[in-house]
């Protein structure tokens, strides 16, 4: 199911959030990841990680989702405040955390901040798995 033909709808995010929308860096899916994970979230939007883990650190991550644009934001910023962190770091990310840094997130959408920071632990988890 693809809302993002929904882009009226979004708030005026911040100039920060709307940069880290349009580029296209952490966007995507990865080959040859050393982690991956794949949920979907009540609403029907699907979501999946991939992490390249180096020493203990995200080196590389990527998200890809199909569902609306408020799910991508998520995505979007999780990745971003996940990228560089070491994996223990990266579990300390929230929803609290993405929604702060979104500023705009509608009450009727915090559940694509769960699902994005649940897709990113469950990456995580499958790292520690295979370890």
């Known amino acids: 199911m693809n809302k993002?033909?929904?882009?009226e709808n979004l708030p005026c995010y911040p100039q920060e959030v709307q940069e880290l929308l349009n580029d296209t860096k952490l966007f995507g899916r990865?080959?040859?990841p050393t982690s991956s994970a794949y949920l979907k979230g009540p609403c029907g939007d699907e979501m999946e990680f991939y992490l390249v883990i180096k020493e203990n650190r995200i080196t590389e991550i990527k998200y890809y989702t199909q569902g609306c644009d408020y799910t991508k934001s998520c995505a979007a910023m999780t990745a971003s405040l996940a990228?560089?962190?070491t994996v223990?770091?990266?579990l300390l990310i929230s929803?609290?955390?993405v929604i702060d840094r979104l500023k705009g997130l509608p009450d009727d959408h915090l559940h694509c901040s769960?699902?994005?920071v649940s897709t990113l632990y469950r990456a995580i988890a499958d790292y520690?798995?295979?370890?």
């Open 4 to 7: 993002s033909d929904d882009k």
């Open 30 to 32: 990865m080959n040859d």
């Open 83 to 85: 990228e560089g962190k």
């Open 88 to 90: 223990q770091n990266a």
């Open 95 to 97: 929803a609290g955390d």
């Open 114 to 116: 769960i699902l994005a």
């Open 128 to 131: 520690f798995l295979q370890a």
